[in-house]
């Protein structure tokens, strides 16, 4: 082992924040160089706290990478425009050969990087220009998604407000999977980046409002873990390790004397084996188990009591709180958070350094006397050498290179940003004296800002040869997700009434776009379309912006299905309309009025993924309607005293209501009346804070004169926690009820809040609900099921992740429509007992137990993009949902007649593909 290398292991677990992964980035250190050992052993050496954050990012970033000479700019270096697009927020994503870099990270940011090839898996630094939900509701997903794919986790820069969402993610993720150490936050209004590979400055912005919120106090920056919930964890540890030993002695007693597993009765009647432990098992999982046993949660509840309040719809007394525990923000903190979260902005201005030295003069070299053998090879490197008692620098004898192209990343959300932007007159100079080289800026803006008439002179403070590109999410009407839109309108094609969404007609404004003149004859100004790539490196083509790849002409490829698949759904049409004439009357066709529909029950599901998103499938998520449907024409119809009801939501669970609704959008979430959430992994609760957030604006919007009716989430207790650090995001009054109250009905204790329960039950009358039982379920601890019925006997029941479940199936027994996880085939089924899901054969076989009319299946795994393996036995009780399927509750029994004509159409549409489900 080299001494570069000795030192380069030595230096990994040093590096508490930036982290060098040489084979993550696939580089080489083929020699010893005297500025390779120097950084190295600075890392070693000097590994004290810096004072300044000056002092703080350039030693850290001097960690963050190989020094400069070993960061080589790859033959591909781009910046690219990706989502921005109505569902999704705007973001910007720096491809190079060894790293990348994402501007944001919105709602829908993953599934779109999957469905258009961007992998994630490679980012290696983020930037957030803003502490809003916008720029970052996507974040806790993908950390989570590169956590479990590779053991790399980007390093994230951000706002100080950034804290509250790391500081809530802990409500639902373990404390090894990611800590405050991988964030860097803007602690001055102005700082510099420097890996080795891109240098970049940011510049803070602030309007009035932030610079009153920034007067009152700053947001202090939290430590890696409370020392309180530490001690407690260390007490666990010590616990734990003693009761394995205790346990490895009881285990080894007890081999001579085996006895019989004992049965533990179950409530509902039914027995289940009850495994021993065993002494095997990790420290970490011991802790965990120790924390999960009612010992064990009653010690770090006594230990951490007094550092968080417990919520007021939550039981008291002996049940303990949730692992993480934290000093809640009070509310004057969370106020001046907001205000900081919506006055500030930051904006980026950076270029990539050149790797290599420009094009080496023989003719300099030879007037300077210096001969070839020893010396022209170093200094064409950019290697100073010493001749005749002189020092010869490279610049003597190399032409200097043409500057790279510079970019600027530039938020403005609002006009009262403008002028404080113009005052930063250091943010332009960057693009002064560039000699007319290809550089780009990208506005993060709407239209009415960069319409206004100081948004020409931002634009021109930045120069000659620049190529403006103004990304609004709300211009046109494309959604961002190409495979799952043609998939709906083929299965359309089918019944009209089950997938049809809301045809989105553009108007006059969406379809015309005024931009803004500027003044430099070389500058150009564009609409930012997705997928668009401006080149940072020059190309022998000497193309700079590459509009090949942009959304327009994916989407014009994509939704174009062939005529021979146009004739095969009209066959298998054909078929189901024979099908079909065998039901019942009034089981076949859609309501005559548009009375009769808004009268009727819909369940819209909005996402039928397990874990993570795909091309065709949302993260769980569902909406249960009264009063609101779509018609066979894509019209929404929303009737004035229209209920829902949300079941799971998801990330991207918003979008997805606007991909389903179109237009009513804003009457739907004005609809909301509850949020039903089945347990903490991150795939059904992470929409909420946008669903929140988005239902205040949109009520102001619809009603501004009438108060806000109060909205009602039956959750885990610890999403309340979640809640209170994302608040600043939202300021939502909503009333969270612990779903452990319901476990046996709507009879609560006499002890609860009495405003709670007032909440509760305005919101069943809104909703027209008789009864609501949330009973637990077989998945993680606090997971539970939802069982609905009305006053009209109607029953509902939803299964929540779960292994099969007697407490369930005795709740949900006679229900009407049964909606069942099934993650997994038949064939996997041992998978599905270790990670406590349910398979297609299981889920079905429970159903008809319960008794249930129709059984819906859903939440599949990724195994699956297109359609589950089921037996074709249980085809006539059986179907399965798509997102953005919408069922008629009463008229669900006719569902399970589309299976046979859904599987013949989609085994069509795969070999056309030639994709498979695996």
Known sequence: MSLVQFLIQRTKPLSSTYTWRPLLYRTSIPTASFSTV???????????????PQRRLAATSAAATPPSEEMNISGMA??????????????????????????????????????????LANVTDVFLTQSTWECMGGLPGMLITLTDSTEAQPQLHGPPELANLMAGMRTFMPP?????????????????????????????????????????????????????????????AEKAQKVKQMAAERHDQQQKKPKQAKLEQVEGGVETSKPKSTASGSAAQSVTDLEDSTPGRRMLEKLTRSASPSPPGSPSGRISPPRPQFTLPSEKKVEIEQ?????????????????????????????????P????????????????????????VVQPLEPLPHFAIVHVPEESFIEPLLARKELFDHFQGLGGANSCVVHFTSESV???????????????????????????????????DTMTDLLTTLDAEAFQRARVVPSVEQQTTTLPVVSYPNSKVMVGEPLARFHLIHRRDSQFLDTTTSFSNNIRETLVPSTALQAKTQQVRTKLQAMESMLPPGQTTMPASRQAALSQRYLHFLGTASALPCSLRNVTGACLTQGIAVDATGTPLVHPDATSILLDCGEGTYGQLQRKFGSAIDDVMCSLRMIYVSHMHADHHLGLTQILSCRNEAWSRRHPDKPLPHLVVVAPRDLWYLSRFTRFLTRDDSTMIDSRYLRRGTKFPPTLNKSVIDAFD???????????????????????????EWRDGFRFALSGDTRPCAEFALAGKNANVVVHEATFEDALKEHAVVKKHSTTGEAVQLALRMNA????????????PCIPVVDEAFNQQTTFAFDLMSIPLHRAQRLPHLTPALEELIEVVRQKSGSTDE
């Not at 190079?96 to 779109?112: A, S």
């Not at 009319?853 to 699956?864: C, W």
């Open 853 to 864: 009319g129709v059984v819906v299946l859903t939440h599949f795994s990724q195994r699956y």
């Open 373 to 396: 053998q020893g010396y022209w090879g170093k200094l064409s490197k950019g290697i100073a050498v010493e001749y005749n008692g002189r020092v010869i620098q490279p610049e003597e």
């Open 78 to 119: 781009h910046l690219q425009i990706i989502c921005s697009t109505p569902d999704t927020a705007p973001a910007a994503f720096l491809f190079t050969g060894q790293r990348r870099y994402l501007f944001n990270c919105g709602e829908g940011t993953q599934r779109f990087c999957s469905e258009h090839k961007i992998r």
């Open 38 to 52: 120097r950084s190295a052993s600075t890392q070693l050496f000097q590994c004290s706290p810096y004072t300044s």
């Open 176 to 236: 090894n999977r990611f800590s405050h150490n991988g964030v860097q936050y803007y602690r001055e209004d102005e700082f510099s980046f420097n890996d080795g590979l891109l240098e970049m400055r940011g510049y803070v912005i602030r309007n009035e409002r932030g610079q009153r919120a920034k007067e009152l106090g700053i947001v202090e920056m939290p430590d890696d873990e409370p020392s309180q919930l530490s001690d407690a964890r260390q007490i666990l």
């Open 339 to 371: 205000e900081l979260a919506l006055g500030t902005t930051t904006c980026f201005v950076g270029k990539l350094i050149p790797d290599r030295y420009g094009k080496f003069d023989p003719k300099k070299a030879k007037a300077l006397g210096i001969p």
């Open 762 to 788: 305005s919101a069943m009358d809104a909703l027209d609900l008789k009864n609501m039982m949330c009973p637990r379920v077989d998945h993680c601890p606090g997971a539970t099921g939802l069982v609905l």
């Open 450 to 484: 960069y319409n206004s008439p100081r948004y020409k002179d931002v634009l021109d403070q930045f120069g000659d040869g620049v190529i403006h590109s103004l990304v609004d999410s709300n211009k046109g009407t494309s959604s961002s997700f190409l495979a799952s």
